[in-house]
């Protein structure tokens, strides 16, 4: 029995070896489980994964710390200038079995997640020069492909020539009450007409901002998980992947 498994196992493991490694970019609507379905195939395929928004979460993160934003309004000027000091970096939690997000050496996987971060999040990313400085790493990190990453502009202007787009999304109140019971899990107490507020005036920045804004590509694959279970996005996606890598 352990032998047939253990050949099993090296079976798929060899399978993955030899398969050509691809880009899959996922692009979508805030809280619509973008980051959840791409970790999940970058485990399926032994791919690197890269949550994007967590990059321009701790760049904001950075921004509130040095009190560059103040009423909502950030001081764009001197945080472009401090970009060079920010250095963001994933590193794998093997006790989470995920990466987590370190800025300047900290790990900030927990603060980028809150409501303070996710309040201030949409300028920071509409600044030309912070989103030109974290495409620079993105491409960095997928030059030697086998990577899944997910944001808004993936598919569109990190890698245009990936070789698998998904645009992800799902309606405004569902994706409210899923952030409101992510968080509620948490213990955090916010209202979910404070969520969805959120959720609809990240969707307006997203997608009207004049650099990068949120748009499907034209090659990209609509799904709608509106009414899906998490097995079910997971059946669709790879059954996606299959029919790339043929
Ligand atoms: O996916 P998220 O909600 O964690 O993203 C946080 C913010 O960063 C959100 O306002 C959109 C923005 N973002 C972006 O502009 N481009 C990306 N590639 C990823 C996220």
New binding site residues.
């Given amino acids: 029995m352990f032998f047939v498994v253990k050949s099993i196992y090296l079976c798929r493991k060899l399978f993955k070896m030899i398969l050509p490694k691809i880009v899959i970019a996922i692009d979508g609507h805030?809280?619509c489980g973008k980051s959840t379905i791409a970790k999940a195939l970058a485990a399926q395929l032994g791919y690197i994964f890269i949550d994007?928004?967590?990059m321009?979460?701790a760049v904001t993160l950075f921004a509130l710390r040095t009190n560059l934003i103040a009423d909502g309004k950030v001081d764009e000027p001197k945080l472009i200038s401090l970009l060079p000091q920010i250095k963001i970096e994933f590193h794998y939690n093997p006790e989470k079995q995920k990466s987590d997000t370190y800025l300047n050496g900290e790990n900030v996987e927990d603060e980028i997640r809150q409501l303070p971060v996710s309040l201030h999040?949409?300028p920071v990313?509409t600044i030309a020069e912070v989103r030109a400085a974290m495409v620079r790493l993105q491409q960095e990190m997928g030059k030697n492909k086998g990577i899944v990453m997910d944001?808004?502009?993936?598919g569109t202007v990190v890698f245009p020539d990936a070789e698998l787009k998904l645009f992800v999304t799902a309606s405004p109140e569902i994706r409210a009450q899923r952030r409101f019971d992510e968080l509620s899990a948490k213990g955090e107490t916010v209202s979910y007409d404070t969520i969805l507020q959120n959720v609809q005036e990240?969707d307006y920045i997203?997608s009207t901002r004049e650099v990068s804004p949120l748009r499907k590509a034209d090659d990209a694959l609509v799904l709608d998980n509106s009414n899906m279970t998490r097995e079910e996005q997971m059946a669709w996606v790879t059954e996606r992947v299959k029919e790339r890598l043929g």
């Fill in positions: 805030s809280s994007s928004g967590a321009y979460r999040v949409s990313a944001g808004r502009d993936i990240r997203d």
